[in-house]
Structure formats: structure tokens, C-alpha cells
């Protein structure tokens, strides 16, 4: 895997001694290249469209009554995310079997009940300081009188993603294919209440965000949204954010998917004017705002948006199992490269 940066003062302009130039950053495309991807392909492959239906069918479940912050069901849940790392044998950054990154009551402005992200770490081999953050929210509308809001899609869907992501990394690492960077798997609280959990832990971030390479954010990625309906087009996913902080993010994200994955990257949504402002609708604009580079994967909008037929038998598991694919390539890549990613657009 090789990244070029090529880091020259223009010589044109430069060949005058009394003026201090500049020096441009150029990131090449075709530098992106993953050195060992039999491997990547290997991995990828025990990310299994039955495996991700377990997990959204358990989370999207009536047991879990539509995992409301604070909740009993948002409770159930977190105590079922955290058995799961520990069967999987893959640690918390907080050390032994706490998994939940608590946060006071102090940080809501209305009365809430106290609540946690809930976290588990695989650490780097070489550059353990180095943390790359993989993030989605957990917590979704809980019950109304419309009866409970499951959040199948919304996002039961990032949720098993990161489940899968993580297991993968960890089963690479168990057979000595261990990341050189760390990864930090965030399943955040509160985002439905305005990006709570989030705007938490980066003001109170396990590890220095100055040491936080990228974040890749997941939120719906198991269904097709209405454009892509009726264009009968179903592999493809929103790229939004990608490129605002990192170009080189961007490349490698492409290369990622032309490499493994093939889906047709939208990136109506990343338009700075556009109307919807997704950037900024989701957990990882806590990170930009720290200019973080970010990824945010969505599927866009539905009928069933917010609503209680958000439901599991409607996600699109061998579509959730390409997507996941992508971002766990794009992850292993960050997590791998022999440079750490640049940030070139702040
Ligand atoms: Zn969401």
C-alpha cells in the first residue's frame, strides 16, 4: 500500500530565495493501493447477511421497545452490545468488562435520565496511539401512542454493522492480522435528541482527538430510499462528508469500492448547498466540527422514516452486508496505511 504525497514548493515561483512559498499537498489517486487484499477479501467475508439479520431482528425487536435514551429498552440493549464484545473476546478501552462510557445528567438540557455510549476496542500493533473511530448511534424513539418504534432501519442497520465490522477485525487479529492503528467502536446515545452522545465524547474523548485520524459514521444503510427505487437501482449507498477535511479520504473510499465492493457511490447529498444538510444531521459532525475527517454512510430517506414500520423484515440484508463490506475495507485501509491519512482541507 502505497501513498504518495508529494510535497514540493512550485519551482517555478521557488526559485526566487526572498519569498516564502507555500507547500501543496498533492494526494495521488493511483497511490492507493491495498497491499495485501486476499486478506481484506478474507475478512470481509465473515461479515454474513445472516449474521447482520440476527443482530438488527434482536435490536429492532419488541424486547428492546424502540431503544429510547434512558430507557429500560435502551438498556437491554446496551447490556446486549456489551455481552457481545465480551463473547467475541473484544476488549473496552475503558479496561475489564465496563463497556459503557457514562454520561451525567449535566450534559442534557432537559430532564434525562443518565445514559452511556457504549465502547469496545481492538488496539493498534504499531501505532496504538492512533485511533480510528467507527461510530453509530444505538437509541432510537422508543414507545408512543403509535406504538413502538423499532428502528430497523434506523439504525438497528449501523448498529450490526459495527458488530460485524468489529468481529471481523478481531478474527484478523486472533489469526495475525492485527491493525497497525487502533480502532474504537462507538455506538453512540442520543442522537435522535440532538447528537448528544456524540457531542459527549468529543468533549470527553477516551482517546486525545488529535490522535483521532478519521471517523466513519453509520446511519441507515439497510434500505433503498425512493430515487433509487424508481430507478430500479439498489447498490449503491451515500457517500456524504468524504472529501471536506481529507482528500486522500476520499480516494481512498473509491479505491476501497472499486476495489471489493463495486456499489455506485451517490454523492448528491455532499453538495454544500444541498437543501437536506445531512453533514450535519448526524453524529460524525461532532467530529468534523473538530476537524476530524469523516465519512457518514446513509441510505437515505423512506416511507418508513421515523415511523413504527421501520421494521427488520424490510431491510435489504445482502444490500447491509455489501455496504458494511465497503466501510470495513475503507476502516482496514486507515487502520493499515504505512502513513497516517492527511488532512489537507481544514
Ligand atoms: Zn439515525
Known amino acids: 500500500m502505497k501513498v504518495l504525497f508529494i510535497a514540493s514548493a512550485l519551482s517555478l515561483v521557488g526559485s526566487c530565495a526572498n519569498i516564502r512559498h507555500s507547500q501543496k499537498i498533492e494526494i495521488l489517486?493511483?497511490?492507493?493501493?491495498f497491499e495485501d487484499p486476499q486478506t481484506v477479501i478474507k475478512y470481509s467475508h465473515t461479515i454474513t447477511p445472516d449474521e447482520l439479520s440476527v443482530h438488527v431482528f434482536t435490536l429492532a425487536s419488541q424486547n428492546f421497545e424502540g431503544r429510547e435514551t434512558g430507557k429500560a429498552g435502551f438498556q437491554k440493549a446496551s447490556k446486549f452490545l456489551k455481552d457481545f464484545y465480551m463473547d467475541n473476546g473484544i476488549s473496552s478501552p475503558l479496561g475489564t468488562d465496563n463497556y459503557y462510557q457514562r454520561i451525567p445528567k449535566s450534559h442534557f438540557s432537559k430532564d434525562s435520565p443518565s445514559t452511556q455510549n457504549i465502547v469496545a476496542f481492538i488496539e493498534g500493533s504499531e501505532f496504538p496511539e492512533e485511533v480510528i473511530i467507527?461510530?453509530?448511534?444505538?437509541?432510537?424513539?422508543?414507545?408512543?401512542?403509535?406504538?413502538?418504534?423499532?428502528?430497523?432501519?434506523?439504525?438497528?442497520?449501523?448498529?450490526?454493522?459495527l458488530m460485524e465490522i468489529a468481529q471481523a477485525f478481531s478474527l484478523a487479529k486472533e489469526a495475525g492480522h492485527g491493525p497497525k492503528r487502533s480502532l474504537l467502536f462507538l455506538h453512540l446515545t442520543a442522537e435522535e435528541?440532538?447528537?448528544?452522545?456524540?457531542?459527549?465524547?468529543?468533549?470527553?474523548?477516551?482517546?486525545?482527538?488529535?490522535?483521532?485520524?478519521?471517523?466513519?459514521?453509520?446511519d441507515m444503510i439497510g434500505r433503498i430510499d425512493k430515487i433509487h427505487e424508481e430507478k430500479q437501482i439498489d447498490d449503491y449507498i451515500y457517500i456524504i462528508g468524504a472529501d471536506r477535511i481529507s482528500t486522500e479520504l476520499h480516494y481512498i473510499s473509491e479505491a476501497a469500492n472499486s476495489q471489493f465492493t463495486h456499489l455506485k457511490l451517490d454523492y448528491r447529498y455532499n453538495e454544500e448547498n444541498e437543501s437536506n444538510r445531512f453533514?450535519?444531521?448526524?453524529?460524525h459532525y461532532n467530529f468534523a466540527s473538530r476537524n476530524i475527517p469523516i465519512i457518514f454512510y446513509f441510505n437515505g430517506e423512506h416511507e418508513d422514516y421515523h415511523q413504527p414500520t421501520d421494521t427488520a423484515e424490510k431491510i435489504n440484508f445482502p444490500l447491509l452486508q455489501k455496504r458494511t463490506q465497503l466501510i470495513f475495507s475503507t476502516a482496514w485501509y486507515l487502520a493499515n496505511s504505512k502513513e497516517r491519512l492527511k488532512v489537507d482541507k481544514i
Open 193 to 218: 435528541s440532538g447528537l448528544l452522545g456524540s457531542s459527549y465524547y468529543v468533549k470527553n474523548p477516551i482517546y486525545a482527538l488529535e490522535n483521532t485520524v478519521a471517523n466513519l459514521n453509520i
Open 279 to 283: 453533514y450535519y444531521r448526524s453524529d
Open 134 to 161: 467507527i461510530s453509530g448511534h444505538l437509541d432510537h424513539l422508543g414507545v408512543t401512542e403509535d406504538g413502538i418504534f423499532y428502528g430497523a432501519d434506523d439504525n438497528a442497520s449501523g448498529s450490526a454493522a
Open 29 to 33: 489517486k493511483d497511490n492507493i493501493v
